[in-house]
């Protein structure tokens, strides 16, 4: 089994590719692919860049070249409801695309034209076991979609609209494109956020936070994976 680990920024990913044992690094169209073994699980790990369109071309780009058996998309996120605070987490129990919008011609908000779907579907039992770790580690996780656009959503209107509209509880920039990739190439996918900004925050309360959400994102990498070591399944 291998799985596939996408991550936007050099802070989600660089302590994580430090960490692999066996590896063999190469660079595709300007992305850097770390393969080799993550906690004694056969891994490959990248960083994509921010925004939708580097992570489907990463997302591609690994399910061409690498073949993993799971895709998972880790990181850190924005809150968009009450209760969720700084390194909390919120695994995805599916994905959306806030900023797709045909309505003006009958469609709903989010739909995925060609699958027609709004939310696109995780992995069940990956997405159970990515909370099992989370309260292994103390972690408060809670299970929800993660919306992902391109934009950084720091307005509270903008942030209680999305969570309204698509029952998401964190937002991103890159889950939903990894996400409509995995599903289009029909390879089982999950994702994880850390919270690194709070429903009333900004971008200033993210940038103070940002390390601290993608620390607690690594660690609970590091769980999911000796879980899977552990006690394995087949996908």
């Given at each position: 089994?291998?799985?596939?680990?996408?991550?936007?920024?050099?802070?989600?990913?660089?302590?994580?590719?430090?960490?692999?044992?066996?590896?063999?690094?190469?660079?595709?169209?300007?992305?850097?692919?770390?393969?080799?073994?993550?906690?004694?699980?056969?891994?490959?790990?990248?960083?994509?860049?921010?925004?939708?369109?580097?992570?489907?071309?990463?997302?591609?780009?690994?399910?061409?070249?690498?073949?993993?058996?799971?895709?998972?998309?880790?990181?850190?996120?924005?809150a968009?409801?009450?209760?969720?605070?700084?390194?909390?987490v919120?695994?995805?129990?599916?994905?959306?695309?806030?900023?797709?919008?045909?309505?003006?011609?009958?469609?709903?908000?989010?739909?995925?034209?060609?699958?027609?779907?709004?939310?696109?579907?995780?992995?069940?039992?990956?997405?159970?076991?990515?909370?099992?770790?989370?309260?292994?580690?103390?972690?408060?996780?809670?299970?929800?979609?993660?919306?992902?656009?391109?934009?950084?959503?720091?307005?509270?209107?903008?942030?209680?609209?999305?969570?309204k509209?698509?029952?998401?509880?964190?937002?991103?920039?890159?889950?939903?494109?990894?996400?409509?990739?995995?599903?289009?190439?029909?390879?089982?996918?999950?994702?994880y956020?850390?919270?690194?900004?709070?429903?009333?925050?900004n971008?200033?309360?993210?940038?103070?936070?940002?390390?601290?959400?993608?620390?607690?994102?690594?660690?609970?990498?590091?769980?999911?994976?000796?879980?899977?070591?552990?006690?394995?399944?087949?996908?």
């Amino acid at each position: 089994m291998r799985i596939g680990i996408i991550g936007a920024m050099a802070r989600e990913t660089d302590v994580i590719m430090a960490r692999m044992e066996e590896t063999e690094t190469k660079a595709v169209c300007g992305i850097r692919f770390c393969a080799g073994r993550l906690e004694g699980v056969q891994a490959v790990v990248a960083q994509c860049g921010i925004g939708k369109v580097f992570a489907a071309m990463c997302a591609t780009l690994m399910v061409e070249k690498y073949h993993p058996d799971l895709i998972l998309n880790i990181g850190v996120a924005g809150a968009l409801v009450e209760g969720l605070d700084i390194a909390d987490v919120v695994v995805a129990d599916s994905a959306v695309e806030h900023d797709m919008d045909t309505t003006p011609i009958g469609d709903p908000a989010g739909l995925i034209s060609g699958p027609n779907v709004v939310h696109m579907p995780v992995h069940s039992m990956a997405a159970a076991r990515l909370l099992r770790a989370a309260e292994g580690l103390g972690c408060r996780a809670v299970s929800a979609a993660i919306a992902t656009g391109d934009q950084f959503i720091e307005r509270l209107e903008d942030k209680r609209r999305i969570a309204k509209d698509f029952r998401a509880a964190a937002c991103d920039m890159e889950g939903g494109a990894v996400a409509q990739v995995a599903m289009t190439a029909g390879v089982p996918y999950a994702a994880y956020r850390a919270i690194s900004d709070t429903l009333t925050g900004n971008g200033q309360e993210y940038a103070l936070n940002a390390d601290r959400a993608a620390a607690m994102s690594e660690r609970l990498l590091s769980a999911f994976l000796t879980d899977l070591k552990e006690d394995p399944y087949e996908l």
